[in-house]
């Protein structure tokens, strides 16, 4: 939240500079946005009202929405995406890490920053689609033209770009196949093979650590691809709205939104650690 | 391939939507006639509200909520009666002291309406009965109808003159025009319903604006059939529209020039001669080629203005006469470089990051200064920084832009002395009279002898290189009938348009 108000102090212009008539507006709105006060004091303020749960009002996005509403409307679906997106980057990485050739294919695409998978991946199922239905093969799919429709479709993309793109993959698939040879070589495990004993359910519990890890770990990286992703694909989301926000400096929401963001991170690494405590005796410590 | 296509196809649309969907680059965040300021703002309010007077298709002034008016004798004042059948979306009538709000409200510094400026001609604006509205003039206006173009706002909306951009009106706008406002939506399109108790049919059920912040991607959407309109379309464009048969595209003359301006305020822009060599070395045709087709221009108006001074040519493209010039003004070429006080010249151009082809020009005037002798740094800013560098501090040396006006074509602000968007620093005592003379003049030719003098003068002072008027198209799909486009507001013939 800190460093968000600070890049947006250090950007040129302030929120009223986006109004058409802001030197007529200056004297009327500096002191009501408080843009009169020093950057330190409206930290403190903002950080100050964030603790009571205020997190004021948007002042050129949405202007006068509170922004604790514009928060919970378009939150709640970005963060459906995220964990959507963070469920199946885990899901795909820990399948291709037993498969060489898969992995280094993953690899390739997941190497592809999120705003150019979204860009190869609209155009070219568009430009396909329409090649289709142009030559009769298809009808018209209810989804298309992406990302101009309102449907799952667009939805369905956004998570599977932001599953996939920015090395999102690649990570998950790497850490996979270390935390698998290491599980597998664990004493534990060898001596319940050595016992005859099955090791898939032992392995399975096991494994929900290096997964949790991998979730709460991909969490950081895929709020930051959902700024592209919202933006590129027209969802309304957090992302989206971080976008607008910046762009038209407006800070409460920017501060709004970052705390929302590090209140994610925080809680996935929260709910990691504790999936390792409840399941892995030597992370519980003796006391 | 075909057999994975399938499943896709089970989720067929249904053949062509049931309404009207266009396009804007950026959609307005409030709808608040009296703080527009953009392009899609003022399409999407041309679609709500009205105003007293409005084009008729051959582009004269014809009434619209007025039903008649009367400019007294002394053309100090007029008396406009609105129309009796004019009615708000919410089924209260519209009245005169609707009027005598937004004149008020407008004028209000409490308001600080960016639509003001409108309203500065206008003394007093008082009610003489339901539907009857006096309005007295600071001084004496020849066609006074011709400025009563601003939006008419309902006063039951509000709770006094003092409007702000956050009053909930912005999220429901209330007007009497022949779409009503229905929803802002998720992806920040907005949809508006068609007013079925207005006093004329109106052809198209419903109209979405699509954000699609893409210029690029506007044109592929109305192939695809994701849109019906696109408001102007790129001159890149243009050929793979005319050769679709589902596309219908629609000329327009707009009144909006481009321009290069030089920041007076700052050396060595201040020299008249320093200006007048550096357009010397510009080629504008040149320029413009990669951008699309157009009119080169001469001055501050469209060729097709009754102001435009057909007399005054653009400045040749010689680089021996701008040598000259600029070597009159203390520069020295030294090699390949042009040196300044010793050192080699360095300027920077800024442009707004969302000016359409802006890139290929900075790029090309780069390429035409740096084979001159010129290094030219380019930046592009977003809207904060673009207010901030140049209306603010007024921080560029040159500035690429383009001005848009109404049928007024009041170039004002942009030259006088004291004018609002004179950024560039021009000052010229004789075009202030000028400008004044042409303001204050009753008489049409005056007026127009005035401004034609402007151009003159302007042009000879250079303070900045006038470009050229770009050939605008709109494209609608052929699935939409009876269509006439207007330059300024688009949809002002939009409830004529029929959707097959």
Redesign the interface.
């Known amino acids: 939240m800190v460093l968000v108000q600070c890049l947006l102090a250090l ?5 009223i ?9 200056r004297p ?1 709105l500096e002191a009501e946005w408080g843009l009169d006060e020093p950057l330190p004091a409206r930290l403190s303020r903002a950080l100050g009202r964030a603790l009571g749960g205020e997190l004021g ?1 948007s002042l ?5 929405s509170p922004v604790r509403d514009l928060l919970g409307h378009a939150g709640g679906d970005s963060l459906l995406r995220v964990a959507a997106a963070a469920g199946i980057a885990v899901v795909l990485g820990f399948s291709l890490s037993r498969h060489a050739t898969m992995r280094r294919g993953a690899e390739l695409l997941s190497a592809l920053p999120a705003v150019v998978l979204a860009l190869v991946a609209v155009h070219g199922i ?1 430009a396909g ?2 090649a ?1 239905v142009e030559r009769g ?9 992406l990302p ?4 799952p ?1 667009r939805m369905l993309l956004a998570v599977a770009i932001l599953a996939v793109s920015s090395g999102n993959l690649a990570q998950v698939a790497a850490t996979a196949r270390a935390d698998l040879d290491a599980l597998r070589a664990a004493p534990f495990v060898e001596a319940e093979r050595a016992r005859a004993g099955g090791v898939s359910s032992l392995l399975a519990r096991h494994l929900l650590v290096p997964v949790t890890r991998a979730l709460a770990g991909q969490v950081a990286v895929l709020l930051g691809s959902l700024v592209v992703v919202e ?1 590129g694909l ?3 989301g957090a992302g ?1 709205l971080l976008f607008h926000a910046v ?3 407006d800070w409460p929401l920017a501060a709004g939104l970052a705390a929302l963001a590090g209140a994610t991170v925080a809680a996935a690494r929260l709910a990691a650690e504790l999936v390792e405590v409840l399941i892995d005796p030597r992370a519980r410590g003796t006391g | 391939m ?1 057999r994975l ?2 499943p ?2 089970l ?3 249904p ?1 062509g939507a049931a309404g009207l ?1 266009y396009a804007e680059d950026q959609a307005p ?2 709808l608040n006639p009296i ?1 527009g ?2 392009m899609p703002e003022a399409r999407a309010n041309e679609l709500i509200f009205e105003s007293l007077f409005t084009d008729n298709l051959e582009l004269a002034t014809t009434p619209a909520l007025a039903e008649s008016f009367e400019v007294s004798p002394d053309r100090a004042g007029m008396t406009v009666t609105l129309r009796s059948d004019a009615i708000w979306h919410d089924g209260k009538p519209v009245t005169a002291d609707d009027v005598v709000f937004t004149i008020q409200a407008m004028k209000d510094k ?1 308001t ?3 639509e ?1 400026g409108r309203v500065a001609w206008i003394a007093e604006a008082t009610a003489t009965d339901a539907r009857t509205v006096a309005i007295r003039f600071v001084r004496p206006e020849s066609r006074p109808e011709e400025k009563l173009f601003f939006k008419i706002l309902p006063r039951h909306g509000f709770s006094s003159t003092v409007v ?5 009106f ?1 999220n429901r706008p209330i007007g009497s025009g022949p779409y009503m406002f229905s929803s802002f ?4 399109s907005i949809t508006f319903q068609k007013n079925g108790s207005w006093r004329d049919s109106v052809g198209i059920g419903e109209l979405t604006m ?4 893409d210029k690029n991607y506007q044109a ?2 109305i ?5 019906e309109a696109l408001v102007r379309v790129l001159p890149r464009d243009l050929a793979m529209l005319q050769n679709n048969r589902k596309v219908e595209l629609y000329p327009y003359q707009t009144n909006s020039w481009w321009y290069i301006g030089f920041n007076e305020a700052r050396a060595p822009f201040d020299k008249t001669a320093v200006r007048q060599g550096l357009a010397q070395l510009v080629d504008v045709g040149n320029l413009l080629a990669p951008v699309g087709t157009g009119d080169l221009l001469s001055g501050p108006f469209v060729k097709s203005s009754p102001y435009y001074n057909h007399d005054v040519r653009p400045p040749p493209n010689d680089a021996r006469a701008a040598g000259d010039l600029l070597t009159s003004a203390g520069w020295a070429k030294n090699g390949e470089y042009w040196t300044r006080d010793g050192h080699a010249v360095a300027m920077t151009l800024v442009a707004h990051q969302a000016l359409e082809s802006a890139q290929e020009i900075a790029v090309n005037l780069q390429s035409q200064l740096q084979t001159a002798g010129i290094k030219l740094n380019v930046d592009f ?9 140049v ?2 501090d007024r921080d560029f040396d040159l500035v690429l832009s383009q001005w848009t006006f109404d049928r007024n074509e009041d170039i004002r602000e942009q030259f006088h002395s004291l004018g ?1 968007r004179n950024f560039v620093g021009y000052r010229s005592p004789e075009v202030d009279l000028l400008l004044d003379k042409a303001r204050d003049s009753l008489d049409p030719f005056a007026r127009k002898t005035a401004l034609r003098q402007v151009h003159a003068k302007v042009a000879a002072d250079q303070p900045m290189v006038f470009l050229w008027t770009l050939d605008s198209y709109a494209a609608l799909s052929v699935r939409v009938k009876n269509v006439v486009v207007h330059p300024f507001y688009f949809f002002t013939f939009a409830p004529q348009w029929q959707l097959k």
């Not at chain 2, 702000?164 to 909930?168: E, L, S």
């Not at chain 2, 800013?381 to 560098?389: G, I, K, N």
């Open positions: 950007a040129p212009g302030d929120a500079d986006t109004l058409p008539n802001a030197d007529e507006l009327l009002h050129t996005v949405r202007p006068g568009n689609t329409f289709c093969w298809i009808a018209r799919p209810a989804w298309f033209a101009a429709e309102d449907h479709v933006h027209g969802l309304g989206a762009r038209l400096r | 075909l296509l399938l896709l196809a989720l067929a649309a053949a969907r965040p409030i703080f300021s953009t409490g600080a309406s960016t003001a702000k951009r956050t009053d909930p912005k939506n998720e992806d920040n699509r954000e699609v912040a592929k959407l192939l695809y059939e994701s849109l800013l977003d809207d904060a920084a673009w207010r901030q560098r209306w603010r609002s």
